[in-house]
């Protein structure tokens, strides 16, 4: 059973830091990507940021220059450093694994508030 367990959410103010950390177990071979989406109450789930097992990154226009993504493959590890958070920035946030042939594992999600 492949687990991922994220850490690192929280309440700060408007342009604080956060630093959120996934980090993934179980059966998993070749991996592709791991990343993270956000889900804010009555809005569309939206991807932020993902790293490819190349080591390529992507992300969203909305937080570019202020997040940034980063992995440790020894580890199966995949952390997103936030600075400057605004309040907009407020949501759950879902890391997520790409492996295998077509398999996407998971976070339970973790909250950060971000107070104006």
């Known amino acids: 059973q492949v687990q991922l367990v994220e850490s690192g959410g929280g309440l700060v103010q408007a342009g604080g830091s956060l630093k959120l950390s996934c980090a993934a177990s179980?059966?998993?071979?070749?991996?592709?990507?791991m990343g993270w989406y956000r889900q804010a109450p009555g809005k569309q789930r939206e991807l932020v940021a993902d790293i490819t097992s190349g080591g390529s990154t992507n992300y969203a226009d909305s937080v570019k220059g202020r997040f940034t993504i980063s992995r440790e493959n020894a580890k199966i590890t995949v952390h997103l450093q936030m600075n400057s958070l605004k309040p907009e920035d407020t949501a759950v946030y879902y890391c997520?694994?790409?492996?295998?042939?077509?398999?996407?594992?998971w976070g339970q999600g973790t909250q950060v508030t971000v107070s104006s």
């Open positions: 997520y694994i790409r492996w295998g042939r077509v398999r996407t594992s």
């Open positions: 179980g059966s998993i071979v070749s991996i592709n990507a």
